[in-house]
């Protein structure tokens, strides 16, 4: 018989830790910890095997489950002497969900599912607490109706609200059993009139009701947004967790919180998180109630009067100390915790190890590392690439001025400046328009996934370091300030203001998510650095490693910035930039619309010594690394004017006619720019371009090489190459200039000319193109133009179409973005083969924007290239995704 339910609870458990994609990871996790000894409320976990069985099945249940349900109930009964539908002495239970991988505020959780109008006297009876019982009626019904029933939630706040409102209450807090109990009855008024039935009296239905409700939830719209932004796939389904209640609402001696083994913000060792007294479930992280500190520290720090858990409830306090050390060891990480205090004993309810900003993952995996926890590889591994892009980007000068307008909590770091926005529509439609948004909220929830993903920033006005704005904005790696009091919004108006200050929607702020402020206007950001543990990781990462990363570069800044990041040499310097400076583009402009050879090189004799200049200051940076140099590659035409102003200013300089330039634009212009006349196509229709552009390689490597000491080896690259006589013909100009500098300059220059492989016809060719005395000594995968070759998508055109393509799974990801390895990927792999069969040490590289792809980089990998080159402030990432693909890191792999 197929076992579809897994007891837990009483010291022991039917399932573990590494049963997740059976039990889910919050059931594999509570097994786990009720193994260890750990106080778990006991309970049973229904497997993601009856989720798939269940959408297979026409959504019903295999047949063996109630019965194997029914037995789990009776021994959560056993052990705490309760009976489900009891009474006089009833078992209630929390029905909760738990995929494989934590989807945060994604599915509902139900509490206190049980109570009826009989149960709840005897809760009542036995806590001799009749308002203790009553509010937990309340709770239940209220999200029963939610989640199972779909009645909304703010129905039921609506008539709170009117009752407070009605007897001068202010707090929920001032409530007596009586208001409860009175609340209760008008609740479930409204669920009869909503639903047209009676709010279900029968447990056994209430249960499979939110059973039921939990594998339904697997589908609804935000689980699926936040499996198709995490990659998750349908098919994992949900595990469902059905636990004894415990209750953190049982009076001033009962509390529940949320907690990190370390700072998740910071990475700082130090117990952090946040509770509140006599609360229950979420009401820690739905921002009703402003938490409070667990440490006495913290409760300091953070300038609070409301005693920390610490204080309060000093021996529930110890205890949670010694479970967390003991968690932290066994599952060797840092652990994002639930727990509930009753009556002064403390419960677990969950644990898991807990997200963490990049800068706070860094640090904890060099001091896990150091304190013996983990090994160098595996804090290595322990850190997404992808996520290092939050530490490579700007933070806000500390030279800046600050007129801070409010603040609130530093709930993730960064710093984004944008213009404000009230809601998530708003914000993807400005986002959508190329503008920059800072999306402000009272608070945010899972229907803002979309807006938070086009912001630069979150702001909200209310909710803690575990509010949904802070957890989700952590994840995505945005800045977010939250729970900054002092603003208030007015969404109708669209509108936010602070003390006597109103800032409407357009206006531009500067959120500090370091240090919680929100700023006005835009404010100076400076450029990330390399150190810390970032720097120490980054040296592991180094040491086993097998790719080269190199960078992207096209100017001296650029340069600066790879070498600053790790870069070990230039593996695209593209020179058509220089040819745009405003010093030099009228020279280009001559040179494009001179009629004779003569005429265009005279042009080129004026743009020689500034290309010189580049390359000297390029080579100068990089101090004898590397560098390769692509000869110019764009069509023609994007150098000349458009409109008729700047036509006639430029005939004027120039000292033609504006129908002259206008006759050579209409001469020059294409059908398919991207397929006409560029890359080594100019070398070959107008040679004198590349022979000025190889002259000035070498002239700036034998000067560079002079004055710092150290050889330059230029590695000079010819672009859009198809066949082995278009190579010919350019490698000639080339060598030809470099033989007529070494005799000028009176030393001997080395160097290599190579190609970029970019069309597929390259690729297939590549044997032929490398072989011999003359061949390509280099190649260098340009994989945006080989994956626009290969596909016959125009990447300029293509945003259209392809997020179809990819939102129907005709394409598993863009192959702009990450390589398409069965296709692109091919031809990569046919290129390198055969260009290292006939010339075994060949060099092998690739410099599409694949190269700072993690995805891409564990391709690169495993087909042998010999580098990798990116943009500068991706180094990092390129140099992390390198060597956890020599450590054998599996990459999700495309469908
Ligand atoms: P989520 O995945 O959204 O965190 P959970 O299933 O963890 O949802 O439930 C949310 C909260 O509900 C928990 O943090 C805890 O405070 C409360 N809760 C869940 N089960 C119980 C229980 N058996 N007793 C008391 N509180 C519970
Ligand atoms: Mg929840
Ligand atoms: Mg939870």
């Known amino acids: 018989m197929v076992k579809w339910v897994y007891g837990f609870g009483g010291g022991k458990a039917e399932g573990k830790a590494d049963m997740k994609n059976l039990l889910g990871g919050k059931g594999a996790n509570l097994a786990e910890m009720a193994n260890l ?6 309970g049973f976990t229904i497997t993601t095997e009856v989720c798939t069985y269940f959408y297979a099945n026409g959504e019903t249940y295999p047949k063996e489950l109630a019965a194997q349900v029914d037995a789990a109930l009776d021994q959560i009964g056993k052990l705490t002497n309760k009976g489900f539908g009891d009474t006089s002495n009833p078992l209630l239970v929390s029905v909760r969900s738990g995929a494989r991988a934590s989807m945060p505020g994604m599915m509902d959780t139900v509490l206190n599912l049980g109570l009826n109008d009989e149960t709840v006297e005897a809760l009542a009876a036995k806590s001799g607490d009749r308002r203790f019982a009553y509010d937990s009626y309340r709770r239940f019904i209220t999200m029963y109706s939610d989640v199972v029933l779909g009645i909304e939630h703010h129905l039921f706040e609506d008539i709170l609200a009117e009752h407070k409102d009605a007897n001068g209450y202010n707090l929920d807090t001032e409530l007596t059993a009586e208001d409860w109990q009175h609340l209760v009855g008008l609740y479930k008024q409204k669920v009869q009139d909503e639903s047209g039935k009676a709010f279900p009296q029968d447990p056994k239905e209430q249960l499979w009701g939110a059973i039921g409700a939990v594998f339904g939830s697997w589908m609804n719209a935000r689980a699926k947004t936040y499996r198709r932004l995490h990659n998750i796939p349908e098919s994992w389904g949900t595990a469902v967790n059905v636990q004894a209640m415990v209750f953190g609402n049982m009076g001033d001696d009962s509390a529940t919180g949320v907690a990190f083994t370390r700072n998740p913000s910071t990475g700082d060792k130090s117990l952090y998180g946040e509770f509140l007294i006599n609360a229950q479930g979420e009401d820690v992280v739905a921002g009703i109630r402003t938490p409070q500190e667990i440490t006495e520290a913290a409760r300091k720090e953070a300038g609070s009067d409301k005693p920390s858990l610490e204080s309060a409830m000093p021996e529930a306090f110890k205890e949670l ?11 060797r990480d840092m652990q994002d915790l639930e727990f509930t205090i009753e009556q002064g004993k403390l419960w677990m309810l969950q644990t898991r190890s807990g997200k963490r900003t990049a800068k706070a993952a860094l640090k904890i995996a060099v001091e896990l590392a150091s304190e013996g926890l983990i090994s160098q590889e595996e804090a290595v591994l322990r850190i997404d690439p992808a996520s290092l892009d939050q530490l490579l980007h700007p933070t806000i000068d500390p030279k800046a001025e600050r007129k801070v307008i409010a603040t609130g909590l530093p709930a993730s770091p ?16 400005l986002k959508a328009k190329g503008r920059k948004v800072i999306l402000v909220r009272v608070e945010t929830s899972p229907e803002d996934i979309h807006g938070m993903h086009a912001a630069e920033g979150i702001l909200t006005t209310r909710g803690g370091m575990t509010s949904h704005a802070a957890v989700v904005a952590r994840g995505m790696g945005k800045p977010c300030v939250s729970g900054a009091g002092s603003i208030r919004i007015d969404y109708a108006a669209k509108t936010m203001s602070v003390a006597g200050h109103t800032l409407k929607e357009g206006d531009t702020v500067t959120i500090d998510g370091s240090t919680g402020q929100v700023l ?8 990330p650095e390399l150190s810390g543990e970032f720097g120490t990781l980054m040296t592991w990462a180094d040491k086993v490693r097998k790719l080269g990363v190199r960078a992207n570069a096209d100017t001296p800044a650029d340069a600066r910035t790879a070498l600053k990041f790790g870069a070990e040499g230039i593996g695209l310097c593209r020179t058509e930039h220089m040819f745009f400076e405003a010093d030099r583009i009228l020279a280009v402009r001559e040179m494009i619309l001179a009629d004779t050879e003569k005429a265009r090189r005279a042009a080129l004799a ?8 580049d390359f000297t200051e390029l080579f100068e940076i990089m101090q004898g690394l590397p560098v390769t140099i692509r000869l110019l590659d764009p069509p023609l035409h994007e150098f000349l004017p458009h409109g008729e102003a700047e036509i006639a200013e430029v005939a ?4 033609t006619s504006p129908q002259k330039i206008k006759n050579r634009a209409a001469e020059l212009a294409e059908f398919n720019p991207m397929l006409g006349f560029r890359g080594c196509r100019i070398a070959i229709a107008y040679p004198e371009i590349a022979e000025m552009q190889a002259r000035a390689i070498f002239e700036a490597a034998a000067d560079a090489g002079k004055k710092t000491g150290k050889p330059v080896v230029p590695e000079v690259m010819v672009p859009l190459i198809a066949t082995r006589a278009e190579f010919d013909l350019v490698k000639a100009r080339i060598d030809e200039m470099a033989a007529q500098v070494s005799k000028e300059k009176g030393v001997t220059l080395e160097y290599q000319v190579g190609t970029m492989i970019e069309l597929p016809r390259a690729s297939l060719m590549a044997d032929k193109i490398a072989e011999g005395e003359g061949g390509a000594e280099f190649f260098s995968f340009g994989t945006n133009d080989l994956t626009q070759t290969c596909f016959g998508i125009s990447r300029d055109d293509a945003a259209g179409f392809l997020a179809t393509y990819t939102a129907r799974g ?3 990801v863009d192959p702009f973005v990450s390589i398409d390895r069965d296709g692109v990927g091919e031809l990569v792999r046919i290129g390198v083969e055969r260009g290292r069969k006939v010339r075994p040490n060949l060099k092998v590289g690739i410099c599409g924007e694949h190269g700072g792809d993690p995805a891409s980089v564990a391709f690169c990998h495993e087909v042998k290239l010999d580098y990798v080159s990116c943009s500068p402030f991706r180094t990092p990432i390129a140099r992390l995704a390198a060597a956890q693909a020599a450590l054998g890191k599996e990459v999700a792999s495309q469908a």
């Open 37 to 42: 000894g750990l106080p778990v409320p006991p």
């Open 321 to 331: 100390t010694q479970i967390y050390g003991k968690l932290e060891k066994h599952y």
């Open 414 to 429: 960064g710093a984004a400046s944008g213009e404000i926005v009230f809601s998530s529509e708003d914000a993807e439609e």
């Open 520 to 527: 006005q206007g835009q404010v100076r950001m400076i450029e």
């Open 606 to 613: 004026k743009i020689l010594p500034m290309q010189r200049g």
């Open 652 to 655: 004027a300089s120039l000292g």
């Open 810 to 812: 005709i394409l598993a």
